[in-house]
Structure formats: structure tokens, C-alpha cells
């Protein structure tokens, strides 16, 4: 069973930045695809960000140029660089891990852009 524990999120007044971590337990991060999502009260869970195991990155248009995503295999963990952050990206963040057909999900951190 994989576990995944986000740390790093916070209150941030805007043109702010954070920096969100997830650390996996086991031995498949690096054979993984991972991501982080989030999800504003009332709204649907998007994609974020996303590190394929080539180190292939996408982003979400709203956060292109703000946002980067990296990975730490020897330290089976993921990071996700938030930059120039606005009021809409007040949400809960949550890591996935995608390996061999199957996900897995963080409990998220809550990340709120307030003056």
C-alpha cells in the first residue's frame, strides 16, 4: 500500500509563493507518474501539474509560467514550486500517484491567496 503525505501549505497574500511537498512510502515513485491537483469549495478536482516518469511535465493553462513541478526520486518525493499566486488558486492540494493502472491520493494541504 502507498501512502502519501502533502506538507507546505498555508495562507499567502497574493504575488506570494509556496512550495508544497508530497512524500510516497514503498519502492515504485520513481516507476510512477505523479501529480498534484486541486480543488476550490463547490468546484470539481483538476489537474494541476503532472511529472511523467521521463520527468515529462504538463501544467493547467491557469498556472502555466507560475507553477513548477519536480521530483526527487532518491527522496521518493514530489514538489510543486507555486509562484505569483493569486486569490484563485486558493484550493486544496492533493498529490497522486498513478503506477501500474492504479491511484493514490494524499489527504491534501489547504492553501489559501488572502490579503
Known amino acids: 500500500q502507498v501512502q502519501l503525505v502533502e506538507s507546505g501549505g498555508g495562507l499567502v497574500q497574493p504575488g506570494g509563493s509556496l512550495r508544497l511537498s508530497c512524500a510516497a512510502s514503498g519502492n515504485i515513485f520513481r516507476s510512477a507518474t505523479m501529480g498534484w491537483y486541486r480543488q476550490a469549495p463547490g468546484k470539481q478536482r483538476d489537474l494541476v501539474a503532472q511529472?511523467?516518469?521521463?520527468?515529462?511535465?504538463t501544467y493547467a493553462d491557469s498556472v502555466k509560467g507560475r507553477f513548477t513541478i519536480s521530483r526527487d526520486n532518491p527522496k521518493n518525493t514530489v514538489y510543486l514550486q507555486m509562484n505569483s499566486l493569486k486569490p484563485e488558486d486558493t484550493a486544496v492540494y492533493y498529490c497522486?500517484?498513478?503506477?501500474?493502472?492504479?491511484?493514490?491520493w494524499g489527504q491534501g494541504t489547504q492553501v489559501n491567496v488572502s490579503s
Open positions: 511529472s511523467t516518469i521521463r520527468d515529462i511535465t
Open positions: 497522486r500517484l498513478t503506477f501500474a493502472s492504479r491511484d493514490y
